[in-house]
């Protein structure tokens, strides 16, 4: 292939790319165009899980800090940090399709708070809630281990 040869036929690649981004919008609705687009926190879902989580948690620990708390690591696995000299465990969920928030694994560990922070593509939402509330509603109530199928 000559020169001339590999420039037409990219500048025709080029071309159809060009006609396939036009027609695009055509064939997607509103609907199935990804609501994260644009979004400050749209990177965040590309990451894998276990990523997510320690985001979530960094992304807690940094907002007390800006808050005025002081913020410790907890120094073992019980919990995830000293907020405020309580021993808090952070859950971290973005957004699902079908528009709720799912805080997995809150386990019965050595923590006095579960800080649970959702995020939307741009929105957030952040409850703190007492282990004695969680010992009675969530913690060995409900099922968190289910898959797919779990209402958690």
């Known amino acids: ?29 509103q609907e199935e165009s990804d609501p994260w687009a644009g979004s400050p926190f749209q990177w965040i879902k590309s990451r894998p899980s276990r990523q ?29 940090r000293i907020i405020a000299g309580k021993r808090v465990e952070i859950k971290f969920s973005t957004l699902w399709k079908s528009g709720v ?11 006095d708070y579960a800080i649970c922070l959702g995020i939307s593509p741009f929105d957030a939402q952040c409850w703190a809630i ?3 509330l969680l010992h009675e509603h969530v913690i060995g109530k409900t099922p968190q281990h289910a898959g797919a199928s779990s209402p958690w």
Not at 104 to 109: A, F, N, P
């Open 1 to 29: 292939m000559t020169g001339s040869q590999k420039n037409t036929r990219d500048g025709e690649v080029q071309s159809l790319m060009s006609m396939a981004r036009d027609l695009e919008k055509d064939y997607l609705d």
């Open 52 to 80: 997510v989580g320690k985001i979530g948690e960094q992304l807690v620990a940094e907002w007390c800090t800006a808050k005025g708390f002081d913020v410790t690591a907890s120094g073992d696995s019980e919990a995830d």
């Open 101 to 111: 928030f799912k805080f997995q694994q809150l386990r019965d560990q050595n923590y």
């Open 130 to 132: 007492s282990k004695t």
